[in-house]
């Protein structure tokens, strides 16, 4: 047997882990005046048969008679059962899902260091944008004539991203960082068909610190994934690189700064050698909030590289999605971009580009969409898009302009680099030097001295009113705590961060059992998860049959 | 700048703190031949700066006075009640419930969605949600692949261009073959994937066949006999659908799908120029293993509270690594809760009254076109609420209705060749009689 | 942690109990206890036929999952169904109940590449 991966194997919690007492304290009942914790029914369980919120008006007598000109459904294609929806006013509707947003920790409501996801404010005037009617009802097949504003902003936007990262050009269609990845993969894959190489170009090089993705998206474009070990610094290992390279890699898939938070300090070797081997080098760009203005993948050699607008470019994270995942491309990339790009069609890019910068619109400009891309890999995703997510980036751009972009990543840098060196004292720190955007410690003090594991510590945390780091990875490292504060959160916030952590550590030290009961102020205590995925209920069972679909008045 | 917190003195005493003299020393790292040069970026905008730039570039936009265009994405009434609830910053704002501790209102949400699902489709599970239709049903077809152990994989050409785009695309990584199944496009033909055909392309060596209702030209399938080709030779049968219209037609598990796929978006989401939209996926509970992306299970504490998880995560990209389903890593939990709130908010009446609304407001613009002797369906199978039109000279009487802010639903031409002279129209609930009124007077003056 | 005295063992912490010309085989406790709690096991077909130190399955807990490799050579004759229902019988009780299935020994010169209980002990000490 062989463990593929055994992160966080230790994490599942379960029946006996958590005290009962003092639960609800942080999470003090917000709604109702009810009991300490609240605990919300099902929507399903607040259905009354008859209640309703939306109304819809009538038809016509007019539409209805000239309907009946045509023949109505066919019995065959017809519905048994009406399906049971909840059954609720608009006002049960409310309490409902304002109760459930309650439960939740969010960016708004409490610090959020989730190592790796880049938990910054997201701006409201991106959410102000994101509701004007000019973009919400914008058909995405409309004539071209009608949608000029949405093919401007998403021609600016790639310019901007372009300019941001060095690349040739930038596609928005992926939908998601890893969609991102699949789609960089799939125009490596079509760039070494063009050469005759394809046959042979079989492999795909991933260190081991990598984010799961980049393997798994290996495995979708049909390469096999191999492995190169990390260094004693923490970078990847050189000498094991060039020896993988040969005539039969692909690509490599690096993520720069790492997923241990440090800047490939040899990346320029790095890329050097792929290129030699006559590889694509992919660049997972999730980190890329450490490093604007000062690092330009494309400048620096890089062939493709995703983007995470919901990283660093401030789009709200929304529970796990909408994201938005751009790819930039260096020349020998341009054919193979998805299908259509964006384009200015009319008038000349460097008036549009110094217009718009000023607000101003092009006499004359005229934007549409280039379907004629013979050797595109195709579409990854309908229409064009998360537009929404191109148009709070492009906001939140502009809000920042060269020079507060640069200052995010010079903030986020000096931010980890504090919580770095402040707790220090307190947690290992298995590669000790400077850091990008976020900090990676270890647990493995606490657990072998005192028996509290990175999971316990995470847990306790959460009694303090704040989100855990993201633990157990990377891979590489045991009891992994992985910090990204970001550079929105106050130094107080900071100071209050570092102050909970080494209250903690000292707790371990002399009550161990109160951080492995912990948490105790949540609305639920440590979950039964191998119960879970034992014996999945994965929906709500109804008490009730389904009843016949009525015929309504029309 | 525009959103940072740190004063300079808040800055000195982190760097005194770090023990460096400047931030510059914090990048000392990046190897210099490879240091950023000088980039050519816009000044940074105060608020209302942005605010005009946002709205000079949505006023840019022409929004249409009368559409009857559809075709993959609708126009449809989102409730005030469901903005709100996406709004909330508690569910906007929150990323991946990884500590379900402290994110039981998105988890739960979640498993609300995936129930709601199943009930729409009759299916037994549902995913937490995909990037949109077009993917999910990518990735059914990929999911169908390991089920059988195949690497065919069947399409009827009535299934939308879009989808059909992606899913190349997506079978392309593996190296998929793609059958696709034509369908006879001639006036007055059904307009309906011919079961015969589908079974004349199948064969052992087939994963699945993927059939869409209503199909692309909005035309009503045989179902029921297209899933029976589909399993006569062992081949999953995916069923491509449009949410609203469950609330009439047939639930796909009723015909015989293994598989569900769909685009959300007409459920509570705006149209937005193509995204963020929501993919929706459901299947039997004997495929769960095989099924990509995100799932919410049901469990307790120790107190004996229920509560909600991700489960069944060794499926993941993040545990099993080149091994995964898929690399889906995001869902679209936010445009999930939105459906979520949707479906709620319209209950079984509601949805019922949209489903029907629209397919009277169909029959209505086919009649006064007919009476108008402007234009005669295409197709002689049944429709719901999109129906395809044959007219002289569609694609410049659609682009003359266009400057008047007039959009004659979609030019089947440009996917279609055969179909040139044929529009497809689209209503909704928000379709009016003074909408189709003003379609018929402006295509009578086109002539 | 004891192991067995009867059964034979491989690297890859799979166990293989011979009786007559049927070989039963199973992972061991400690390959139960690092994977945790194990929600979901794979089990071969009947009638399959496994090679020694070939993948046969796949056994997972909440957050880890792992390749199964056969401790030997057969052909699998019957496997142990509880385990669909009750994988915990993988961490509760891996020599007995928690077996995976039976198979007709194919060549008993392969136990000699395992190892007995107290070598196997070392390994995982």
């Known amino acids: 047997m062989s463990v593929v991966d055994e992160r966080a194997a230790r994490s599942a919690g379960g029946p006996g882990d958590a005290d009962a007492s003092g639960r609800g304290a942080a999470f003090a009942s917000p709604v109702g005046g009810e009991a300490l914790t609240i605990v919300e029914p099902l929507i399903f369980e607040h259905s009354r048969p008859g209640r309703r919120a939306v109304r819809f008006p009538a038809p016509s007598e007019a539409a209805r008679a000239a309907a009946e000109g045509e023949p109505p459904l066919p019995p065959s294609v017809k519905r048994a059962e009406a399906p049971r929806l909840p059954e609720v006013s608009e006002l049960d509707l409310l309490r409902h899902f304002n109760r459930l947003s309650q439960l939740n920790i969010a960016i708004e409501t409490a610090f959020y260091p989730l190592g790796s996801c880049t938990m910054k404010y997201n701006p409201k005037v991106n959410e102000w944008a994101a509701r004007l009617t000019g973009f919400t009802d914008s058909h995405p097949l409309d004539p071209e004539a009608l949608a000029q504003g949405s093919l401007e902003l998403q021609w600016l936007l790639a310019e901007l991203l372009r300019e941001i990262s060095g690349f040739a050009a930038v596609s928005l269609q992926p939908a998601a960082g890893a969609h991102g990845e699949l789609t960089g993969m799939l125009m490596a894959r079509a760039y070494h068909r063009s050469t005759g190489e394809g046959e042979q170009r079989t492999k795909v090089l991933v260190p081991d610190s990598s984010h799961g993705t980049n393997p798994a998206t290996a495995t979708m474009v049909g390469y096999t994934t191999v492995t190169i070990p990390s260094n004693e610094r923490g970078g990847i290992n050189l000498e094991a690189l060039r020896a993988a390279l040969g005539p039969d890699v692909a690509a490599l898939m690096i993520t720069n700064p790492s997923t241990l938070g440090i800047f490939e300090d040899q990346i320029d070797q790095v890329i050097a050698a792929v290129k030699e081997a006559g590889a694509i080098a992919y660049m997972d760009g999730a980190n890329l909030n450490a490093i604007m203005g000062r690092f330009r993948p494309g400048e620096a050699g890089f062939d493709v590289m995703h983007f995470n607008l919901h990283k660093t470019f401030s789009t709200p994270h929304g529970g796990g999605g909408p994201g938005s995942g751009p790819v930039g491309v260096s020349e020998r990339l341009l054919p193979f971009l998805p299908r259509p790009m964006p384009v200015l069609l009319a008038g000349d890019p460097a008036e549009v580009r110094r217009n718009a910068w000023a607000g101003r619109a092009t006499d004359g400009a005229r934007f549409g969409l280039d379907w004629d891309r013979p050797h595109s890999i195709g579409k990854v995703r309908s229409m064009f898009g998360n537009f929404g997510m191109h148009l709070r980036a492009y906001a939140y751009i502009r809000a920042n302009g060269g020079d507060g972009l640069r200052e995010v990543s010079d903030d986020a840098v000096l931010a980890a680099n504090y919580l770095r060196v402040r707790l220090a004292d307190a947690y290992d720190l298995p590669y000790d030097r400077i850091c990008k955007h976020e900090v990676v410690f270890s647990g493995r003090r606490q657990k072998r001295q005192h028996g509290v594991t990175t999971l316990d510590l995470a847990k306790a945390i959460l009694d303090h009113g704040i989100h855990p780091p993201t633990i157990y990875f990377p891979l590489i490292v045991e009891e992994a705590l992985m910090i990204e504060p970001t550079e929105t959160e106050s130094l107080e916030t900071l100071d209050r961060f570092v102050d909970v952590m080494h209250q903690l550590a000292r707790t371990a030290a002399e009550d161990p059992g109160a951080l492995r009961a912990a948490p105790v102020t949540t609305p639920v205590g440590r979950l039964d998860e191998a119960g879970a995925a034992r014996r999945p209920d994965l929906r709500h069972r109804f008490d009730e049959p389904a009843v016949a679909v009525s015929t309504s008045a029309g | 700048m525009a959103y940072t917190p740190h004063t300079d003195p808040d800055r000195a005493a982190m760097l005194a703190a770090i023990g460096v003299a400047s931030v510059d020393d914090l990048f000392a790292d990046i190897p210099e031949r490879v240091r950023a040069g000088e980039w050519d970026l816009p000044a940074p905008m105060a608020e209302q700066e942005v605010r005009a730039e946002l709205s000079r570039l949505a006023s840019a936009n022409r929004i249409p006075q009368v559409s009857f265009l559809g075709y993959g994405a609708y126009r449809h009434l989102v409730p005030s009640v469901v903005s709100e609830v996406v709004g909330r910053a508690e569910f906007s704002t929150a990323y991946t419930p990884y500590q379900p501790e402290v994110s039981q209102g998105t988890l739960q949400s979640i498993y609300e969605f995936q129930s709601l699902i199943c009930e729409l489709t009759g299916m037994e599970v549902a995913t937490a949600s995909h990037y949109d239709g077009a993917t999910a049903t990518a990735e059914a077809a990929l999911m169908a692949c390991r089920l059988t152990r195949r690497d065919r994989v069947a399409v009827s050409a009535a299934v939308h261009p879009e989808v059909r785009r992606v899913l190349a695309t997506y079978c392309s990584g593996p190296g998929i073959e793609i059958v696709e199944i034509a369908v006879d496009l001639a006036q007055d033909a059904s307009g309906q994937t011919d079961p015969a055909a589908a079974a004349a392309a199948l064969d052992t060596s087939v994963a699945c066949l993927i059939a869409q209702q209503p199909n692309a030209f909005g035309v009503l399938e045989p179902m029921a006999e297209l899933g029976g080709a589909a399993h006569a030779v062992g081949a999953q049968f995916v069923a491509v659908v449009e949410p609203t219209s469950l609330a009439v037609l047939q639930a796909p598990a009723d015909y015989g799908a293994d598989i569900v796929a769909a685009e959300g978006q007409p459920l509570g989401i705006p149209m937005a120029f193509g995204g963020p939209w929501v993919g929706l996926m459901a299947a039997r509970m004997g495929s769960v293993r095989q099924m990509p992306g995100r799932l919410v299970g049901a469990t307790r504490d120790a107190a004996g509270r229920k509560g909600y998880v991700l489960t069944l995560q060794a499926r993941e990209q993040h545990i099993r690594r080149e091994k995964a389903a898929s690399n889906i890593c995001t869902n679209q939990a936010l445009c999930a809760l939105a459906a979520t709130a949707y479906l709620t908010a319209v209950g079984p009446a509601g949805l019922r009254e949209v489903a029907e609304l629209g397919m009277t407001q169909a029959r209505h613009a086919v009649t006064a076109l007919r009476r108008a002797g402007l234009a005669e369906r295409r197709f002689s199978g049944p429709y719901a609420s999109e129906v395809a039109v044959t007219l002289p000279d569609a694609r410049r009487r659609h682009a003359a209705l266009a400057e008047q802010g007039i959009v004659a639903g979609a030019p089947l031409g440009r996917d279609y060749p055969e179909l040139d002279d044929t529009l497809l129209l689209a209503a909704t609930e928000l379709t009016t009689d003074a909408d189709v009124e003003r379609l018929v007077s402006a295509l009578a003056a086109s002539r | ?125």
């Open chain 3, 1 to 125: 942690m004891s192991h067995p005295g009867d059964l034979r063992y491989s690297k890859e912490h799979e166990w293989v109990r011979v009786e007559g010309s049927t070989a039963t085989i199973g992972i061991t406790s400690f390959a139960a206890d690092e994977l945790g709690d194990i929600v979901f096991i794979e089990l071969p077909e009947v009638g399959s036929r496994l090679s020694q130190f070939g993948g046969f399955g796949v056994v997972e807990s909440v957050k880890a999952v792992s390749d199964l490799f056969a401790p030997i050579s057969g052909e699998v004759t019957e496997v142990n169904d509880a385990l669909g229902d009750q994988p915990e019988l993988l961490n509760s009780d891996a020599y007995g109940e928690g077996w995976i299935a039976r198979v007709t020994l194919a060549d008993s010169a392969e136990l000699d590449a395992l190892m007995d209980a107290e070598a196997y002990a070392e390994l995982t000490a």
